[in-house]
Each structure stands twice: as C-alpha cells, then as structure tokens.
C-alpha cells in the first residue's frame, strides 16, 4: 500500500470537507500467528502447563488470537484491566485459574496475575520482550525474553532466546524434563547399586563372616557398572 501526499491551500475549513462524505471502505492489517504457534500450545497442555494470554489489545482482538490458539473464549474465561482493578486480591483469587484470556492488561496487571499464581502454588513462567515487561519478567519464577526484546527485559530475564519462535520454549522445556527424569533414573540405578554392597558387606562384619567381595571388587564394579551410565547419551534412558 503507498500513500503519497502534496500541501495545498484549501479555500474550505476542515470541518466543511468532512462532510457529505462516501464510504468507499476499510483498510485492515493483520499479523498472523505462526504456523507452529498453534501446535506448540497444545503441546503445552499435554505437557500439564497451562498457557495464559495476557496482551495490552483490545479484547476483540485477544479473543480473536485466543480462538485461534485454540484457548478457552468464553465470558467466564476472559477479563478486562479495568475489570480486574474492580476486584479485590481475594475475589482475584477464586476466579484465577479460570481465566484464560488478559485484554487491556497494563504493566502492574501482569504483576497481580504472576503474584496470584504464585500465592496458589504454581511455577509461573512469562514471555516478554518490551520495558514494561520487565517487572513481570523478574517476579514470574522464569522469565524468558525473546529475541527482539529490548535491552531491559533481557537483562532481568532468566532465559533469552535469539529468535522469536514460541517453538523453541517448548524445546527447552522438553530437554529440561528429559534432563530431570534421566537424573532421577540414574540415581536410583547407582542407590540400587550401592544398597546392594552395603547389605553384603555390613550383614558380614555384623556377624563376624569374611568379606564376600574384596575391595578391589567393590572398585571394580562401581566402575563397570557406574561408569557406563555416565557415557550414554539420553537416548540410553528413554
């Protein structure tokens, strides 16, 4: 679309050319949601997280971008800023994890959201890349800002990603998971290990019996058997 322009003087007031005008029509721009936006929020909810949008637009167009989210739209699953500064910490709070969809959210919104979730025992994480963002940012237990972000809200976040790609939080909440459980599994296979040896070896000197397994053995089957799992990959555990 170009728009080009030339200064003229009118010989009518402005209020005199505004009137008895044709509607010719709209002119609408849209900034879609990515492709991979959509799978990456369900992906989410099966994960057991629960994806919240809160945006500073009006609420038509949250609701529009909730819908295509595929994130509940109904009355009960949306507010407003100024709605929200109606209602006290307490009513705030019975109706927290109802809502789905924040319109007209300013910056202290943001902070009474995270600060709710929080009081009921959840881990709150949050996107965010402009100045106004970074309170939010530093109180939500991960704050992430995303690559175009500004220089503040990078500052105070936790992570910061170099593309603005929703993909890349699940990614990393993926490898974080498989990181923890993998953790898990190998501390119950070296206690499993170790529990077995400590039996064989204190059941002995309790009852005055020869040690069953020297030292040397001890040494050399925590070697054998702790050491592989130290060189696999993560493959190995899944």
Same mark, same amino acid.
């Given at each position: 679309m170009q728009i080009e322009g030339k200064q003229k003087k009118l010989d009518k007031k402005l209020e005199d050319l505004?009137?008895?005008l044709v509607f010719v029509g709209f002119i609408g721009l849209r900034d879609p949601?990515? !492709?991979e936006? !959509?799978?990456a929020i369900k992906i989410c909810k099966k994960a057991g997280m629960r994806p919240i949008l809160v945006t500073g637009d009006h609420l038509l167009t949250a609701k529009a971008v909730a819908k295509e989210l595929g994130l509940k739209t109904k009355k009960e699953n949306i507010i407003e800023? !100024?709605?929200? @500064? &109606?209602?006290? @910490? &307490?009513? /705030?709070? +019975? %109706?927290?994890?109802?809502? &789905? %969809?924040?319109a007209r $959210?300013?910056?202290r919104h943001k902070m009474r959201i995270i600060k709710a979730w929080q009081e009921k025992g959840e881990v709150v994480a949050m996107t965010g890349d402009g100045i106004?963002?970074?309170?939010? =940012?530093?109180?939500a237990d991960i704050g992430v800002a995303l690559g175009s972000g500004?220089?503040? $809200? +990078?500052e105070v976040?936790? =992570?910061? /990603?170099l593309t603005d790609n929703f993909n890349i939080i699940v990614a990393a909440v993926e490898e974080g998971r498989a990181i923890v459980d993998n953790i898990r599994k190998v501390i119950t296979y070296l206690l499993s290990d170790s529990f077995t040896e400590t039996i064989l070896v204190g059941v002995s000197i309790i009852f005055g019996w020869p040690l069953p397994i020297a030292a040397v053995q001890i040494l050399w089957v925590n070697l054998i058997e702790d050491g592989l799992p130290s060189l696999a990959d993560k493959s190995f555990f899944q």
């Open positions: 505004c009137r008895d949601l990515r !492709k936006t !959509k799978e800023g !100024k709605e929200l @500064d &109606e209602r006290s @910490d &307490e009513e /705030f709070q +019975k %109706i927290v994890k109802d809502i &789905e %969809i924040y $959210a300013e910056p106004n963002d970074a309170p939010a =940012l530093k109180q500004t220089d503040v $809200a +990078k976040s936790d =992570l910061v /990603f």
